[in-house]
């Protein structure tokens, strides 16, 4: 930037000197016509005080006007001489300048190069540096795509096997339930034999101890002490000896009775097809004669049992109301107290609820039936009046059970079908 700086300054000092000395040129040769053009030829004439005088004087005059002017010239050029010397002198100095300022440019250029050289060698082994390790870095990526690609595979897998192993789980965990409920089950029902078992020793201690009062009542004192003594040995003999060789045998033909059971089982197949086969033709004519009467009768009856059918499904859905009902509140009952919790469950709260219902129905049959209709006296039986007193009153409370039991399952097998 200064060597072109200076370059414009020598360029429009050059422009200057030239105009300078081409003016000077111009007014010298100016002059020169002038003082030509105005100086007559009067050479041979002498002088005279007339106008000849008048134009001498003025073309005196003129020439010291123009002599002055060109001294003025002079001087003028001098001082410009001054200057462009001056002025070529700091041209000079400048060009020194600049040379030396091209030299050291040239050295530092030199030196750039070397230096260039020296940074574009370091880069270019930067480079391969940096090229080693994008390749390292390719590789190493290269390297963990497939490990990625591997590990999503593995937990595709792992997936896959854990889906499978919670279907698995979830099945077993089904079968663990269902194992429960049985377990259960089966509990309840061991604690009902359980209890069923205490009752009927309870009732055969109670029986015998009975029968010992009624025996020790005719029988003498020695043959009573006799009887009790050789029922005793029988009992112990019969746990001792009967019992255990009894066991085996029983669990023999228990096993006998399942594999004739597995034997007969095809061959009652059999017998029930050739028993269809046999009894279907007769079926078929009584079919066919009785469906006459069977259509008159039906046509008859529809009328009315259109009504006991709308009645009976009425009565059927407010009757399974009332009986979930029941036995949503005895389920709720049994599973706020400890002891009844364990048994709480669907069936015996299905069971209850039943009874709950029917038992007002049997509580009316009865009374109906105490009313209305009267019992034949018979004859008293001394003998056996207390024992048959207890099995009349159990098998009534077992009759009155199962009809409550199957009174129920009729209104909640119904009561779903006409729901749905």
């Known amino acids: 930037m200064a060597a072109l700086k200076l370059f414009v300054l020598i360029g429009f000092l050059f422009l200057v000197l030239t105009g300078i000395i081409v003016d000077a040129d111009a007014s010298i040769s100016d002059v020169g016509v002038d003082a030509d053009a105005s100086i007559p030829v009067v050479q041979g004439e002498p002088r005279s005080d007339g106008p ?72 270019h082994a930067r480079a391969r540096e940096l090229e080693k390790q994008v390749e390292k870095l390719k590789s190493n990526l290269d390297v963990q795509i497939k490990e990625k690609e591997q590990l999503k595979a593995r937990e595709s897998e792992a997936d896959r096997k854990a889906s499978q192993l919670n279907s698995k789980v979830e099945s077993l965990q089904k079968i663990i339930d269902n194992q429960k409920a049985k377990l259960r089950k089966t509990e309840r029902a061991l604690q009902i034999a359980e209890e069923e078992i205490m009752k009927a020793k309870l009732e055969a201690t109670s029986k015998s101890k009975e029968l010992m009062e009624f025996y020790g009542a005719w029988l003498p004192p ?43 089982a095809p061959h009652l197949e059999t017998m029930k097809t050739e028993l269809r086969k046999v009894s279907k033709p007769y079926i078929d004519q009584v079919a066919t004669a009785t469906r006459p009467h069977v259509d008159t009768l039906r046509s008859a009856l529809k009328p009315y049992t259109q009504e006991a059918v709308d009645a009976y499904g009425k009565f059927l859905k407010s009757a399974t109301i009332y009986h979930r009902h029941v036995q949503d509140r005895v389920e709720e009952k049994l599973k706020s107290h400890e002891l009844t919790e364990p048994w709480a469950t669907k069936e015996l709260a299905r069971f209850a609820a039943s009874v709950l219902l029917a038992l007002p129905v049997i509580f009316l049959l009865r009374t109906c039936a105490s009313i209305f209709c009267k019992k034949e006296q018979k004859p008293i039986r001394y003998g056996s009046l207390h024992q048959k007193g207890n099995h009349a009153h159990f098998d009534k409370l077992v009759r009155s059970l199962s009809y409550g039991l199957e009174v129920s399952r009729g209104l909640h097998v119904r009561g779903y079908c006409c729901t749905s």
């Not at 002017?69 to 060009?95: C, G, L």
């Not at 600049?98 to 050291?104: F, G, Q, T």
């Not at 029922?231 to 594999?259: D, G, R």
């Open 222 to 264: 020695w043959l009573a002490v006799h009887f009790m003594r050789h029922q005793t040995l029988l009992e112990k003999h019969w746990k001792v000896h009967v019992k255990p060789a009894l066991e085996p045998l029983m669990q023999k033909a228990i096993e006998k009775k399942a594999q004739a059971q597995e034997w007969a």
């Open 52 to 123: 000849d005088s008048i134009v001498s004087e003025k073309l005196n005059s003129k020439i010291s006007s123009l002599e002055f002017h060109i001294e003025e010239k002079i001087r003028e050029i001098k001082d410009k001489d001054a200057v462009i010397a001056a002025k070529e002198k700091i041209i000079q100095e400048k060009s020194e300048s600049i040379v030396s300022l091209k030299s050291e440019v040239a050295s530092l250029q030199e030196k750039g190069k070397l230096d260039t050289a020296k940074q574009v060698d370091k880069a």
